[in-house]
């Protein structure tokens, strides 16, 4: 499979997939992947998405000789014009580059294939600044079929999104993390959950759960003293509570928020409380619950969206406690500091190169 | 030290005046790096050649206490001991390491409660202290896991760490599990000293133990199934079982049980001590 740049008049292949091939007509600089993929670009895109990478990587090499910048080896053997490109290397792997510049170049975008790809792409976007690119992807994710963040993938997102400081991300997984389990210990080892995130990143999630189950639960008591059910119609249920709310219904309310289930409502899990009511007798009089059993179905879906509004609602207020988590858990994957410590990395290899051995302090680490 | 031709600097740049011949008699990764060409010249304070650790000052000070003849100062905090351990391992000084555990064990050091317990188990994990993760993960299982309990110091642990402390709780619920089992089915070496308590029937012809004993240990194993903390709390196991006792002699006035529990408890081993 390739994909052909519409913007080009050029009837040569652009970019191509199998091999990471990346040449764009009348390229004036390269850039050269960890895993030494190169590919040749225009500046101006790169400049144009990406202040980090403008102003620090993509420098004339003779201004700053300790940068990564480095000349074509070929240009030894004679300078040409294609010889002389500046070669840029960049401390990301070549399917995860090509991806990258696929989102900045008027070609069609391609993202990774795996959970593990993209959430390195968005890294990387997020680590070199590209706000309109970190969009762009965005965007293409949310139009993923099957929805990217979902059941099966939640968990290794979230791990991901801690590690690379994604917030976005962080909180859609968490939120996601919500209907799958219990969430103690014990679930998550059985489900081999458990190693896949450092124990900080865990107790972030783990409190983000408590965070939403205490609100979830003030929400839904202020949801049951606040009318909602009567949505249902009035009842002269066989079993009420001091308040009046059907027994049945104020317990199955109480558990929505409790430790001992999932946070998510499940409309089978609604409709089988209130079968298993009906069924019920009334010890006193041997009779069944004949209000419950007569409520209309479109009562009983106009509570169901009423509850499920003050659920869905009641999420995303946990949201301001979380976006501070991954500055607390993962200081070291900040995007600065990957980056500074990539370019500190290769200034030192430069010195390490041109050092006279003597003036070397031995160090052990 | 007099004499001293080297110098070690920790990492908040406090110096050590040692011997090399100490530390290349010691340490083979001292012996290792003192082969290779030195500098002749630099910025080395009277001459001396300095070397740089990534150890700070409290942990260079107890090493090199270790390696001569003054009294030994091991800390006396967790992480004092684990990072004077950690330094031991990674000089490879194996005579030292062992020195330092036997005092350890012997000053009762490193014997953390709580939460505590599961924080020094993590800290031991990500610095590969192998004896002392094993000891921790044994010091933890009197206490419960659950996020709950281990509060802040989960922020200790690398997500391995966590998933073995749990994989070793959980196998040691198992082995709990088949002891009680065992000991149900009379089939171990306990079993026999409450055969014919003469205060309650048998409930079954396979199994001759008292009712009440045979009701807890029930009870016991269904705690143990649906246990959140991966294993129960030790003095909740046996709370439930001197109330159970406790309730049988007040009710049957069971001398039997009585002396069987005075004389040994002989129960109540099974599991937890292994």
Not at chain 1, 50 to 75: D, H
Not at chain 1, 290 to 299: A, E, G, M, Q
Not at chain 2, 89 to 96: G, P, R, T
Request: proline share 6%; with cysteine.
């Amino acid at each position: 499979m390739s994909t052909i740049s519409s913007m080009t008049s050029r009837s040569a292949t652009v970019i191509c997939v199998e091999n990471l091939h990346f040449d764009y007509p009348d390229a004036d600089i390269i850039l050269r992947s960890r895993d030494s993929h190169e590919f040749h670009v225009l500046k101006v895109y790169i400049l144009h998405n990406s202040p980090i990478l403008g102003e620090e990587v993509l420098i004339p090499p003779n201004s700053l000789p300790s940068t990564s910048v480095i000349l074509a080896e070929s240009e030894v053997d004679g300078p040409t014009s294609a010889d002389t490109l500046q070669t840029v290397e960049l401390p990301i792997d070549g399917a995860i580059l090509f991806s990258l510049l696929s989102y900045i170049f008027p070609v069609t975008p391609i993202l990774p294939s795996t959970p593990e790809e993209i959430m390195e792409l968005l890294s990387v976007a997020q680590m070199y600044k590209m706000d309109i690119v970190l969009t762009h992807i965005r965007s293409h994710i949310a139009e993923q079929n099957p929805s990217f963040i979902r059941k099966e993938t939640a968990y290794i997102v979230y791990s991901l999104a801690q590690k690379y400081g994604l917030r976005t991300e962080a909180l859609q997984a968490a939120r996601c993390t919500l209907s799958l389990f219990t969430f103690t210990i014990r679930e998550l080892l059985s489900e081999g959950k458990l190693a896949i995130m450092p124990g900080a990143a865990l107790h972030e999630l783990w409190k983000y759960h408590q965070n939403v189950r205490s609100n979830l639960a003030s929400d839904l008591k202020e949801f049951r003293t606040s009318q909602g059910y009567v949505k249902l119609g009035d009842s002269n249920c066989i079993s009420l509570t001091d308040s009046g709310i059907p027994r049945w219904l104020d317990a199955y309310i109480s558990t929505l928020g409790s430790t001992q289930a999932p946070v998510s409502l499940d409309f089978i899990a609604f409709y089988m409380k209130l079968t298993e009511h009906i069924q019920c007798k009334n010890p006193e009089t041997d009779d069944k619950c004949s209000s419950c059993t007569n409520i209309p179905s479109d009562k009983i879906h106009a509570f169901w969206d009423t509850l499920t509004a003050a659920v869905d609602n009641s999420i995303p207020k946990v949201r301001a406690q979380f976006t501070d988590v991954a500055d607390r858990v993962h200081n070291l994957y900040r995007p600065n500091q990957i980056l500074r410590s990539s370019l500190w990395e290769r200034e030192q290899r430069l010195l390490v190169k041109t050092a006279h051995p003597a003036t070397r302090r031995p160090t052990l680490r | 030290m007099p004499d001293a031709d080297i110098i070690l600097e920790s990492s908040d740049s406090i110096h050590f005046r040692v011997h090399k011949s100490v530390l290349v008699t010691s340490s083979p990764v001292f012996r290792d790096m003192f082969s290779l060409p030195q500098p002749t010249c630099g910025e080395f304070p009277d001459g001396l050649h300095l070397v740089h650790l990534y150890e700070n000052a409290d942990v260079l000070n107890s090493l090199v206490s270790m390696l001569y003849p003054v009294t030994p100062d091991i800390p006396d905090s967790n992480d004092g001991i684990l990072a004077l351990l950690a330094a031991t391992q990674k000089y490879d000084v194996v005579a030292v390491q062992s020195s330092i555990r036997a005092e350890v064990s012997r000053r009762k050091l490193l014997s953390p409660t709580g939460a505590e317990a599961f924080r020094v188990y993590a800290v031991a994990c990500s610095k590969r202290l192998f004896p002392e993760m094993a000891a921790m993960a044994c010091h933890t299982l009197g206490y419960p896991m659950t996020f709950e309990s281990l509060g802040e110091a989960l922020w200790s642990f690398e997500g391995w760490a966590l998933r073995d402390l749990a994989c070793f709780r959980l196998s040691c619920n198992i082995k709990l599990s088949s002891r009680i089992n065992l000991f149900l089915d009379c089939c171990d070496e306990y079993s026999k000293y409450w055969l014919g308590c003469p205060r309650y029937a048998c409930k079954s012809e396979k199994s001759r133990l008292p009712a009440w004993l045979e009701a807890h240990f029930t009870r016991t194993l269904e705690e143990l199934r649906k246990s959140t903390h991966i294993i129960p709390m030790p003095h909740m196991f046996s709370t439930d079982y001197l109330m159970s006792l406790q309730a049988h002699i007040n009710a049957k006035h069971c001398q039997f049980c009585a002396r069987v529990h005075a004389l040994g408890e002989p129960t109540f081993s099974i599991g937890i001590q292994e």
